[in-house]
């Protein structure tokens, strides 16, 4: 019994690692909870800066484990009969672990910097041509920057679509409006207009590596650009209230023309202005 | 061994013993007291005793029975067998035992229990909108109870058609807490359907027991199984078995009538001057009469030629394509057809303004109660007339708000044949009134003022709206 203890904190690092490696290589029973393919042409920056993360802080923790476990072990109580001493500690020691993780919190927050711009700031743009100075990619340049393709409303407990529609205008007569059915078209750089009309929702694509805290009286917008047909999840990120866990949509992805079949076809459905009701008799 | 070991296999029997332990309570059906309480009130004060009367305890537990026999309970709901009116063409048994009983799944990986997964915490398990959400919602979840339903293709006195159920269930009503439940299976979303419909006969039936008792001797029994050992007990059991089953066969019959109510809406006429050439025997159904006679009068011109090139000419697009000079015309017949509709909106037989307001804000008036109050508390109840039914489940009252048709939110669903119904039928349970005098063209040309009404610069609130801008990198 004497070791219980050092070998109980010993089993943190093991399991730790070990559920990681186990969902890694998706082995039963817990397929499929490592990362969600990655359908967006940016995704691998995500990722790659979430790995780069998860090993550094991966390998720090094995490393504190161990340590941890080693000095239980070594000074037992049961196995040490000389008395405890107390120093002051080292000033070396300290000023080496403060700088360390300083220099490394310094350094991923510049080696991030160009992901964050590209996800959250660099909205794509239609045209952009030179300001009074002449020169391009200045700050005076004239920029047009791409208009969303439609508005999603978070609302307790659904994802409300609003498509700009033929128009390419959101808030006009032609808009599209639908609940939880997201459709965009594929290989094309897609601008969403994100809003809240209650409290706060966190907009998430897993499969687009696309996050988004929706902020109630503030209009987001988040962009990307879908490589592969299919329909995906769209869930919500932040706990919003007791309905939260079914706040689900769908995101379909699919390539330009049946998007805009699609679209013409809810609009379609959305101005009928005559009914007859269906004459397939008694069944 | 160890304390410590001890201590280790104690907590870790504890933890097993408390998850295993609590189980949810069986779910009951609760008593229809509110209504209950209103059928004694009709029967007056008794002389004896100055109270009301009241129903005694045999009485209410022959209700009790009865709803038993008829329905079953919410693990294992039934439908009555009836004579007159075949259920099976109302409530589907094998779908509602999928939305019935505890969440989970059968034997074949069937779900179960969606009415309690989707629908109960707000509708409650007996379907009288007082699930422990309802509280917190404004407006309030719909009490099936009454049978009565806004937004449905029927006009009011008559029940939903199954395809409006279903509606709201896919798509949600916008400006309310109901969700969409689209991305369910078509099948669950069906067994919902059912499921309501099913919840909303037995709370029919239930108000319809409660009425038979106010017909009844004080103490008479509503149905006496036991009387079986006299002849004169024997009929009058079947006697009443067949009152009962026959008030039940009229709320299935219904039901059933529902579907066949004629709902159809002619199309709405296109803006196009070719709507104003047809014959004379089609232009009351598929033109727009009262907008031609309008515009030739605003013309002075006495056929559709002169009106073609009198407007060509005002709206100055002689000198372009045909197609462009058709579709200016279209935009000055659109702006005409708003105009009769806003004169309706705010005179003569539509009057929408009333309620609605003089800026369509809807606050024209804002002090009335649905249905669903009124019933109970009188059709103009003070505050002090809620307390007696809060007290039996009804939930604090709160007034019914018009529309604001400013804001391009229709609960009913935005669709021109969802306006058209809500204007040619009214919204049962609330003050909008059904209009039955308006003609087609009419109701058209407020359905079209109506969708225009957001999008008047006045309505637009994006300029209130901050854009998240910042300094580009």
């Known amino acids: ?283 | 061994m160890n304390d410590r070991w001890k201590v280790a296999v104690a907590s870790l029997l504890a933890t097993c013993a408390l998850c295993a332990g609590c189980g949810a309570p069986v779910a009951e059906f609760r008593r229809y007291e509110m209504y209950r309480r209103l059928q004694e009130k009709s029967l007056g004060i008794d002389p004896e005793t100055k109270t009301y009367y009241t129903f005694d305890a045999q009485q209410q537990r022959d209700v009790d029975d009865l709803m038993w026999a008829m329905f079953g309970t919410p693990d294992e709901p039934s439908v009555p067998q009836l004579a007159d009116a075949d259920v099976s063409k109302v409530v589907d048994l094998n779908l509602l035992q999928m939305a019935a009983g505890p969440v989970g799944s059968d034997e074949t990986g069937r779900p179960t229990g969606l009415y309690r997964e989707h629908c109960a915490h707000c509708h409650g398990v007996t379907g009288d909108g007082n699930g422990p959400t309802a509280i917190f919602l404004n407006p309030y979840p719909r009490d099936y109870r009454a049978g009565r339903f806004k937004f449905k293709s029927t006009p009011i006195d008559t029940r939903p058609t199954h395809d409006d159920l279903k509606k709201i269930v896919t798509d949600g009503i916008p400006g309310t807490a109901m969700p969409s439940f689209r991305l369910l299976p078509e099948q669950e979303v069906e067994a919902l359907v059912h499921y309501v419909k099913y919840l909303s006969l037995r709370g029919q039936t239930e108000r319809k027991l409660y009425e038979t008792l106010t017909q009844l001797e004080a103490g008479e029994r509503l149905i006496n199984p036991a009387a079986g050992n006299s002849d004169q007990g024997q009929t009058q059991f079947k006697e009443r078995l067949g009152l009962i089953q026959g008030l039940a066969s009229e709320i299935v019959a219904e039901w059933i009538g529902a579907e066949e109510v004629d709902t159809h809406i002619d199309p709405r006429p296109k803006l196009e001057l070719v709507t104003f050439s047809l014959p004379p025997e089609e232009e009351e159904k598929s033109g727009f009469p009262k907008l031609k006679e309008e515009l030739f009068k605003q013309q002075a011109v006495s056929s559709v030629d002169e009106l073609r090139s009198r407007l060509i000419e005002q709206l100055d697009v002689g000198n372009q394509p045909a197609e462009e000079q058709d579709k200016a015309i279209a935009k000055h017949m659109a702006s005409a057809s708003r105009q009769i509709g806003q004169r309706l909106y705010y005179a003569g037989k539509a009057n929408c303004f009333s309620c609605h307001g003089p800026s369509a804000l809807g606050d024209g008036q804002t002090t009335d109660y649905d249905s669903w109050v009124t019933e109970f508390a009188g059709k103009l109840p003070k505050r002090a007339d809620f307390a007696e039914w809060v007290a039996l489940g009804m939930l604090p009252p709160r007034n019914i708000r018009p529309r604001n048709l400013r804001q391009g939110i229709y609960r009913g669903g935005m669709r021109p044949i969802d306006l058209y119904w809500r204007i040619r039928n009214g919204i049962e349970g609330t003050p909008m009134p059904g209009n039955k005098q308006l003609t087609s063209e009419e109701i058209w040309h407020l359905v079209n003022y109506v969708q225009s009404l957001p999008y008047e610069s006045i309505s637009d609130p994006r300029m209130a709206e901050p854009e998240n801008q910042r300094e580009r990198m």
């Not at chain 1, 609940?179 to 706060?200: A, F, W």
Request: hydrophobic share 45%.
């Open chain 1, 1 to 283: 019994m004497g070791r219980f203890w050092s070998l109980l904190f010993l089993m943190v690092p093991v399991l730790g690692v070990g559920i990681f490696v186990w969902a890694i290589a998706g082995w039963w029973p817990i397929q499929n909870h490592w990362l969600p393919d990655n359908i967006n042409d940016h995704g691998h920056v995500i990722d790659s800066l979430f790995n780069f993360i998860l090993y550094l802080t991966g390998a720090i923790f094995i490393a504190t484990g161990l340590v941890l476990f080693w000095f239980l072990w070594k000074y037992d109580a049961a196995q040490n009969a000389e008395p405890v001493k107390y120093s002051h500690g080292s000033h070396t020691l300290e000023v080496v672990w403060s700088i360390i993780p300083s220099v490394t919190l310094l350094f991923i927050a510049i080696y991030q910097m160009n992901a964050w711009a590209d996800a959250k700031l660099r909205r794509p743009e239609i045209s952009r041509t030179p300001g009074p100075d002449g020169k391009l990619h200045t700050d005076d340049d004239v920029v047009v920057l791409q208009p969303p393709l439609a508005e999603v409303t978070g609302r307790q407990f659904e994802w409300r679509v609003r498509y700009a529609a033929a128009d390419g205008i959101l808030g006009t007569e032609d808009d599209v409006q639908i609940t939880n059915e997201l459709h965009i078209p594929q290989g094309e750089d897609v601008v969403l207009r994100i809003k809240s009309q209650d409290v706060l929702h966190s907009f998430f694509l897993p499969n687009l590596r696309i996050k988004q805290d929706v902020v109630p009286g503030m209009k987001q917008h988040v962009w990307f650009r879908a490589n592969r047909t299919g329909v995906y999840d769209i869930v919500c990120a932040e706990l919003c209230g007791w309905g939260h866990y079914k706040m689900r949509g769908r995101l379909t992805v699919e390539d330009r023309s049946s998007f805009n079949r699609w679209l013409a076809d809810q609009h379609t459905k959305q101005t009928q202005a005559e009914f007859q009701k269906p004459t397939g008799g008694e069944e």
